[in-house]
T-cell receptor, first 112, second 113 residues
């Protein structure tokens, strides 16, 4: 099967600081992107999405930035809280239908 | 409204056996897709069903199969289980449009011994 990679990067931030999680995608034809949060023992939870005709989208405490020139996606979390500790995945949609390709994920640890 | 429901949550099978996992999508969602999640390979797409038809398929062997019923509920089956099939199997549902968000269930943890 497809795999973006095996290494799971870790980001540690102080409670209250802003977090930035990055993701590189591979297919310039991808037109829809989603960020998911996965807590231990649970399924991925939708956070925010963005379509390729946008550069930025904001939600509650979260912002997603899309740079199509360098095929880069980032998730910014404002005022990070202990409940934000989880693994965060970016997903790109390549084909018609629901075939999403997921990045390897980034583990976010929030320090007290 | 209720989210995506997967059963069973946990199961242990022996090599060579077969297993069937079930998924009930969010009400009104017609697309169901299945993913396998392992520490080594991450989240990998298995297949997607829309209106009882397989619309997309990932790069998994034929031992992995699925189906969808007229009420959009879906099942996936893995035959002749191997140790490497141990994983979290995730079901996701969506409305099925080109840019529809997919919502995941909590997954079924399969251990093959």
């Amino acid at each position: 099967g497809e795999s973006v990679g095996l290494h799971l990067p870790t980001l540690s931030v102080q409670e209250g600081d802003n977090s930035i999680i990055n993701c590189a995608y591979s297919n310039s034809a991808s037109d829809y992107f989603i960020w998911y949060k996965q807590e231990s023992g649970k399924g991925p939870q939708f956070i925010i999405d963005i379509r390729s005709n946008m550069d930025k989208r904001q939600g509650q405490r979260v912002t997603v930035l899309l740079n199509k020139t360098v095929k880069h996606l980032s998730l910014q979390i404002a005022a990070t809280q202990p409940g934000d500790s989880a693994v965060y995945f970016c997903a790109e949609k390549r084909n018609y239908g629901q075939n999403f390709v997921f990045g390897p994920g980034t583990r976010l640890s929030v320090l007290p | 409204k209720a989210g995506v429901t997967q059963t069973p949550r946990y199961l242990i099978k022996t090599r060579g056996q077969q297993v069937t996992l079930s998924c009930s999508p969010i009400s009104g969602h017609r697309s169901v897709s299945w993913y396998q999640q392992t520490p080594g390979q991450g989240l990998q797409f298995l297949f997607e069903y829309f209106s009882e038809t397989q619309r997309n398929k990932g790069n998994f062997p034929g031992r992995f199969s699925g189906r969808q019923f007229s009420n959009s509920r879906s099942e996936m089956n893995v035959s002749t289980l191997e140790l490497g099939d141990s994983a979290l199997y995730l079901c996701a549902s969506s409305l099925g449009g080109p840019s529809s968000t997919i919502y995941f269930g909590e997954g079924s943890w399969l251990t093959v011994v």
